[in-house]
């Protein structure tokens, strides 16, 4: 039950108790804070904390609880003089089985991290001087979400991708997997993708609401979720549609998994907040309107009905969920 905030260049870890949310340790980063993800190296039982700052600094930190102290566990560099910064805020996803992530650093490129060797070993690894770090060829058109899923059929992480759509209010989802000794791109499972050594571009599915959120599902149901146009869309590993449900946010800006597969909380970016339930096996969902909160950047689930709101517009805020 333990959440970590970014204010700037500061790390701070709270943990939830019976007065609310205390804090139990922090740290100075160097560097303004862009991206704050959560991932669970090989071999690990506790998560680590994957940091990308403003100037494109990469550092993987490990919180000791005997010791209630962050150490490092790895450091790396995204910057590339060759290479056009994004205007856009960074996009981030991490590998549900603690072998990759996925940044977006600069302009129509994806930055993959391998991590399948890294481990907590008490030495910090330069990932940059270890070619642990590589950029996909050109991820267009405008990008808009990335998610690695927790189920695919290759063996390489498989990650999906948002796109703006030809028409307007249209999307385009694509996906590939990641070939991290080659550093390449790879359809998945034959559905045409974003090729990386220059071969067609094509996009896999093509959406017809207004989406802006992808989310990858539990590896017990597979696929993906695709949020925002006031609808949520749900997929299977290989893109074919599975079910759908009316309602939610227009934008949908984060959601995250309560206390089982089948409850999620979805907020919105003008502060709305939604309980997503998905019920047999994914062939039925239903959403309902629970309120308003504060714009979230991101949404923790801390016990069943515990949910914090963490903004960066707004005051951050502890919910008690209630739903019928």
Known sequence: NEIALARGSSLELFSLGSAGLHLTCSCRINGKVSVLESIRLQ???LDQLVICTEKRQLVILRYDLTAQQISTVAIGSLMDSLSRLSEQPMLASSDPKGRAMAISVHE???SFVDLSDLTCTGTVTDLTAAGKIFKSSQMTPQLLDIAFLDSCHAGHPCIASLHEGPDSGSRSLVLNSVNLSSGELMPENGVEGQASRGRQKTPAKMLKVAATK???M???LGGLLVLGGN????FD???R???RAAGGPNEASTAVRLNSDSRWAIGGSKGDLYVLFVEEAGCSLLVQCIGLASPARSLAALSADHVFVASAIADSQLLRLETG
């Not at 609808?231 to 749900?234: D, F, H, T």
């Open 43 to 45: 071999g690990s039982e």
């Open 108 to 110: 129509g490129l994806l």
């Open 214 to 216: 992808i989310v990858a």
């Open 218 to 220: 539990p590896a017990a």
């Open 231 to 234: 609808s949520v869309q749900l």
């Open 237 to 239: 590993s290989s893109l």
């Open 241 to 243: 549609p599975v079910s």
